[in-house]
């Protein structure tokens, strides 16, 4: 079983745009990022599902167009939001599955999966990263990370 965790891309700030919609550097980011990681690890999500926040639906719209996935808003991938609600619903209907959302739930959440532990940090997310997990034999393991 395969999920991937994304961050949304660089965002502006409050001040200048109070819904954050992606920067220009960031859109592009996010496709550069998408991009290499479908040529390189094939990177193949069956549906996309992103937080209410814009920043996050554009990056999630970014990677449907590029991948031809199903894009949709999900609950419970909002900043603050307790990871404990997507670590249960990715093992039973996570297989393919791409939630695109913030830190630190995205961090928290990789933490809980790979060590059982939502305060132990266990992969990086810069703005618009990738994470990739696996789960085989009732474990996770993160598998790959865009950009390293």
């Known amino acids: 079983m395969r ?3 994304v961050r949304h891309g660089e965002a502006k700030r409050e ?5 954050r919609h992606l920067t220009d550097r960031g859109a592009e980011e996010v496709r550069r990022i998408a991009a290499a990681a479908v040529d390189n690890l094939s990177v193949r999500p069956t549906r996309i599902l992103h937080s209410s926040k814009a920043r996050a639906r554009q ?5 449907g167009q590029l991948v031809g996935a199903y894009v949709s808003e999900a609950d419970s991938l ?3 939001d307790d990871p404990a609600i997507w670590a249960a619903r990715l093992e039973t209907d996570g297989d ?3 939630l695109v959302g913030h830190l630190p739930h995205l961090e928290r959440l990789a933490g809980l999966l790979v060590t059982g532990d939502a305060d132990r940090p266990v992969a990086g997310f810069p703005a618009g990263g990738l994470v990739c997990l696996e789960r085989s034999e009732g474990s996770w393991e993160v598998t790959a990370r865009r950009p390293r």
């Open 78 to 80: 909002s900043p603050n």
């Open 96 to 98: 393919g599955v791409m």
């Open 3 to 5: 999920a991937y965790l």
């Open 15 to 19: 001040d200048v745009d109070p819904e």
């Open 59 to 63: 990056t999630a719209e970014i990677w």
